[in-house]
């Protein structure tokens, strides 16, 4: 008898989900939240300055870049600046923003950034990120 | 009375019974009320073994019995059965993580296969929510600079303000439309300047429809961006001899082209407006 449940049961589960995938990944594949987000590095001598914008669908109470990661050209994370404790890299209340942090490293080594983005208002969140081009 | 639990253990015990012990216990078990018979077969083969020893009174053995071989085999029991159960929940154990593991396998192959099947990313739902994006990278060499005409062009009355953010940061290249439509009002502006560039934001809405103008530029050598999409592919929309690509994304139209390193967006709720504003910048 709970063989026979346990076997019912995956079958409904593996039903749902393979039904369920589709119909989730349509509705996924679009953001109500952020319109498009952009990111670029400057920089050199071992300085790197990461500019960075995004542009929401509505005012958002949070926008900005929720955590950006300076790396080495080997991919070593050599920096994480994290909006809580980094001023000017969200902001409230907006449906755009742009801002920028510096990095200085070593001269003559080559960096590049992964940029966080988030838009989040009271109806939820979402989330996106770029990778800069090393400098 | 099944007090041994491998054949291993059974031989290795009563080897190292004395023949007293071994004939008390041959005594114990036939007396038994649950008889053991295999466990009676091999006390039996192993006091086979030991022919030539004189054999012992029964009372004597029934003794020895009592105040030797019973404690041990009551522990032994004990023991046994504590063996016994550990085995069976270990077994109980695997069995069900290895059912576990097939569900979630037979869910994930299942899956998979089915979103192979409609071409849909069906990992990306769980681990980035199955987003697409039109992603685009912008380099210097790359600059496509529209005609210098803004100034003989009379934009909408609504988009002065823009045109003037535009020129106020030297921007005098044909970015706005001509055409706007009528009952939009201006519902948020927002302009960022700093040393790396600056971003233009000019939001209009008429009820629950909405019009928005971004102008942004990153003063670095690469800018790397995305739009969000849907699953509906861009499609490059030429007017005036510039291509736009128009995205779909959550019931919203956008129309995304560069201008030099001016990343420049429109985008509206009513695809008709949005083609009839591409069509009016010249």
Known sequence: MTKRLTKIIAIVLMLTLCLSAPAMAADARSSDYIRSVSAGASGGSGTITVSFSITAKRSMNTLGASMIEIKKANGVTVKTFHAASTSGMTTSSATSFRGSVTYSGTSGEQYYAVVYFIAKDSTGYDTDSVTTAKV | ?282
């Open chain 2, 1 to 282: 009375m099944a007090g041994i639990s491998s054949d291993h253990e059974e031989r290795f015990t009563l080897k190292a019974l004395t023949t007293v012990e071994l004939e008390a216990l041959i005594s114990a078990t036939t007396s038994h009320d649950d008889l053991d018979l295999d466990y009676l077969n091999a006390l039996l083969d192993e006091y086979g073994t030991r022919e030539g020893v004189p054999s012992m009174a029964p009372e004597r053995a029934q003794e020895l019995f009592d105040e030797r071989i019973l404690p041990l085999m009551q522990s032994g029991n004990k023991a046994t059965k504590l063996r016994n159960r550990a085995t069976k929940s270990r077994r109980r154990r695997t069995l069900r993580a290895f059912i576990i593991a097939s569900v979630i396998a037979a869910l994930l192959i299942g899956g998979g296969l089915t979103a192979l099947a409609v071409r849909t990313d069906f990992f990306g739902v769980f681990f980035k929510m199955g987003k697409e994006h039109m992603a685009f990278r912008m380099y210097s060499e790359d600059a496509v600079t529209t005609s210098d005409v803004s100034e003989s062009i009379e934009v909408a009355e609504e988009l002065k303000p823009l045109q003037e953010a535009l020129e106020e940061r030297g921007i005098t290249d044909s970015l706005l439309p001509t055409y706007f439509p009528e009952g939009y009002e201006v519902l948020s502006t927002e302009i960022y300047d700093d040393e790396l560039g600056f971003g233009i934001y000019f939001d209009f809405q008429k009820d629950d429809e909405t019009i928005s103008f971004n102008y942004s530029w990153h003063a670095v050598d690469t800018v790397v961006g995305l739009v969000e999409k849907d699953d509906t592919a861009p499609l490059i929309y030429n007017v005036n001899g510039i291509d736009y690509r128009i995205i779909t994304n959550a019931g919203e139209y956008l129309a995304m082209w560069t201008c030099g390193k001016i990343t420049c967006y429109i985008s509206s709720t009513h695809e008709e407006i949005l083609y009839e504003i591409l069509d009016s910048i010249p």
